[in-house]
């Protein structure tokens, strides 16, 4: 059994933040022992030449010894990793030393998230203080000749809010200021997947009428980041589009690939990354299975989920958990990710 590449992301310490529009889930911080990275990768290493290991999948950089993580990761992986475009504010504003880190590393530009005002801000991270501190964290990177690019996730609930961005951007003056060092500003909006914490915002997903309620400043900038054309296409379909699509399409699928990423959570179990970790999705746990174990029942579809998806046709899967009459907007493959989460639910209640 032999892999392109395996990547694998534990999940050391967790976040600070409790985002309600989390796909990974919220759950309580774990504190792992950094020798697991070590064996963990050695568990993987027969499975592949190209092993790749991170100490996060939730928010990076959380804990203190974040430097020695990095190159702990790096070491161990087969070509060095990268530090990806997301930062830890929460660590922005604590550790003066960080964002030098980030430039040392060849860092360029770093995504942000807001809500929209002060108060819908700290709602949706979960933590109050959280909307200062971001604004803190865009001066620090600007400081430090990083551009910040600011992503805000919108409902029915925050949308009226988006005309705060509007202004924040230009009160801050982001684009001039990131155009003096060379910088380039940007900013998109979409709603994210319907999974883990998100999927709790379902009632309130956007509908095709809600489109209007975005400020052409701030959909060209989306259209920008993602490539699109109309808005239409970065918020997708109406639920009961894809409910008549999807309600005539017998297909199974098979989600296994040759390069797959992994995440491990704080207790040892192992998800493939597809959508929120869930039970329904766990490989095994590395206390009581061997890495191979792990991979053998990723490669077998042997998960509920994994199974499910490959046994039961997609007209049938939405059938049962498909509301036809809904406009909410869905991307086709969040929505069937939707789908197949809330059928296995379904299954084990
Ligand atoms: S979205 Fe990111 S920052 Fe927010 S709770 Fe999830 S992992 Fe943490």
Same mark, same amino acid.
């Given at each position: 059994m032999k892999f392109n590449e395996i990547t694998l992301c534990l999940d050391m310490y967790g976040c600070p933040n409790r985002c309600k529009? =989390? &796909?990974l889930g919220v759950t309580s911080n774990g504190n792992m022992p950094v020798s697991e990275l070590t064996d963990i990768a050695e568990q993987f290493r027969p499975f592949t030449d190209s092993l790749q290991i991170y100490d &996060?999948? #939730?928010?990076? %950089?959380? #804990?203190?010894n974040y430097r020695e993580l990095f190159e702990l990761c790096s070491r161990l992986s087969d070509k060095p990793i990268k530090h990806f475009e997301l930062v830890s504010f929460w660590r922005l504003v604590r550790d003066e030393e960080y964002v030098k880190w980030l430039s040392s590393l060849g860092l360029k530009t770093a995504q942000l998230t807001l809500f929209g005002d002060e108060e819908a801000t700290d709602f949706y991270v979960g933590r109050k203080g959280a909307y200062k501190e971001i604004l803190r964290s865009v001066d620090i990177l600007i400081e430090n000749k990083i551009t910040p690019r600011i992503q805000t996730f919108v409902n029915k609930n925050n949308i009226d809010g988006l005309s705060h961005i509007e202004e924040l951007i230009e009160r801050h003056d982001l684009y001039n200021r990131c155009k003096s060092f060379g910088g380039e500003f940007s900013f998109f909006l979409h709603q994210g997947s319907c999974d883990g914490e998100n999927e709790k915002l379902y009632d309130v997903r956007l509908t095709p009428e809600d489109m209007a309620k975005i400020p052409p400043s701030l959909e060209a900038c989306t259209l920008r980041h993602f490539g699109k054309n109309n808005i239409a296409e970065v918020f997708g379909q109406t639920e009961q589009s894809l409910y008549n699509e999807l309600v005539t399409d017998n297909s199974t699928a098979d989600i296994v690939n040759g390069s797959p990423v992994f995440y491990i959570d704080k207790d040892f179990n192992v998800y493939p990354n597809i959508t929120a970790p869930a039970a329904h999705w766990c490989l095994g746990n590395l206390k009581e299975q061997s890495a191979e174990d792990v991979l053998r029942t990723y490669l077998e579809n042997k998960s509920s989920a994994q199974h499910t998806r490959m046994t039961v046709p997609i007209c049938d899967i939405v059938r049962v =958990?498909? %509301?036809?009459d809904s406009l909410r907007l869905f991307g086709r493959g969040d929505y069937i990710d939707f789908m197949l989460n809330k059928f296995c639910r379904g299954r084990t209640l």
């Open positions: 529009h =989390c &796909w &996060w999948y #939730r928010e990076p %950089d959380y #804990r203190d =958990c498909g %509301d036809k």
